[in-house]
């Protein structure tokens, strides 16, 4: 299995350049940025916030980086210190270089990360395959993680064919002219198109070879073994999966997480209802989601 890399190196610098430019517009307050060495590879973290309290880790959905929570840092790091990261494997500034076969190499990636940043306990967020990751590592490494908040996460029921041709129309709008993006936004149903500077990375990234394996689907008994205090945020219309089927799945294998279905949201849940995605991660870390 080979590793998420760029075709070339003009490739890499044609993304390196767009990522440092991105960094500053979206991220222009105070951060520190480190490589953390993990046995997959070294992983770029950002960090903002207060230097004590229990971090929020923000883990990124697939083809994204740190820069997609570019919205919710200032309010999330008014109480909490936070920690943005690249995920291993994705376009980003991390480096892999150990391939990673399935979601338990996710979780071990993970556990190395918080581990080597010397975090006992976190408040992990995931959305979609970064939901999936941090869902994951609860299950692989349980102990770790005081609470989850899963924006839209992948892993709980098999996507069909409307997903992936929800990320072909949004993939393909998102290189139309500007002035037309927010008509194709609401035709294709991804608001994740009108965030000019995310659109611009994402398109600097197509040099980017990603391989990383696939979403699999949790089994019950997986399910069955959270045991942290968790919350679900679901997309009520969510290209990935029937919201309302997964909600019941969920309802009854994991009885103590608390699952919203969002209104009038899709999978873009975190730019379709920033609102309420702040409002979930901020109750779950003060201890209201179970």
Known sequence: ??????????AEARFHAAYERALTQLWPGARTSVDVPTGFGTTRVHR??????????LLPGSGGN???WHGYLDALARRHPVIAVDTIGE???SVQTVPVRDGRDAAAW???????????????????????IALNHQIHHPGRTSTLTLVDPAGLADPGRRFYTWLIAGGL???????????????????????????????????????????????????????????????ERSALHDAREVAARLHRLA???RVDL???TGHALPTDDPAAVLAGILSTTTGQAS
């Open 66 to 68: 740190a820069l997609m």
């Open 173 to 235: 709008a998102a290189l139309a002219p500007r002035p037309l993006r927010p008509r194709l936004a609401g035709l294709v149903g991804n608001s994740a198109i009108l965030d000019t500077e995310l659109m611009t990375l994402m398109r600097a990234s197509m040099g980017f070879r990603r391989r990383l394996p696939l979403a699999t689907t949790l089994t019950d008994e997986e399910l069955g073994r959270l045991s942290a205090p968790a919350l679900f945020l679901l997309g």
């Open 48 to 57: 903002t916030g207060p230097a004590e309290g229990q971090p929020i880790v």
């Open 91 to 93: 376009p980003g500034a």
């Open 110 to 132: 993970l556990e190395d990360l918080l581990t080597t940043l010397d975090l006992p306990a976190v408040h992990l967020v995931g959305c979609s395959y970064g939901g999936w």
């Open 1 to 10: 299995m080979r590793i998420s890399e760029f075709r070339n190196g003009k």
């Open 255 to 257: 009885p103590a997480a």
């Open 262 to 264: 969002v209104p009038d």
